[in-house]
């Protein structure tokens, strides 16, 4: 299961090992400042966009990016019942959403709404 953290001026997110294997990564860094939605979706199809690219789409778990006209997505979500941290971001970022399974969604939502950069704080989906 990821883990979402902040590192001075960078989102991190930490990939579990069965995520790191799918995605060929273990680590993205994403520009706190480029932030501009926080939200979590209780539907974890809710939160898939475009066709599915390079990782593993299998009953259970996505894992991998995602292609659409919004631009390429990140995801590492799991089919279970359990909500999804669902992050939009602006120009600077390698993802333009990343949705991920983590620990305590609504948590972690409530920390990075606190650090978007302008505007006032987001609220639901994105």
């Not at 001026?9 to 579990?16: A, E, F, K, Q, T």
Request: charged fraction near 30%.
């Amino acid at each position: 299961m990821a883990r979402v953290t902040v590192d001075g001026d960078r989102v991190v997110v930490r990939l579990g090992p069965g995520e790191t294997a799918a995605a060929r990564r273990r680590t993205i860094r994403l520009p706190v400042a480029a932030l501009r939605a926080v939200g979590v979706e209780t539907g974890w199809w809710r939160a898939l966009r475009g066709e599915a690219g390079r990782g593993r789409w299998m009953p259970g778990r996505c894992v991998g990016t995602r292609y659409g006209p919004a631009g390429e997505d990140f995801v590492a979500v799991r089919a279970d019942g359990r909500p999804v941290l669902v992050l939009d971001f602006g120009r600077g970022a390698p993802f333009d959403r990343v949705a991920l399974t983590v620990p305590d969604p609504e948590r972690t939502a409530r920390e990075l709404r606190a650090l978007m950069p302008e505007g006032p704080p987001s609220s639901g989906t994105p």
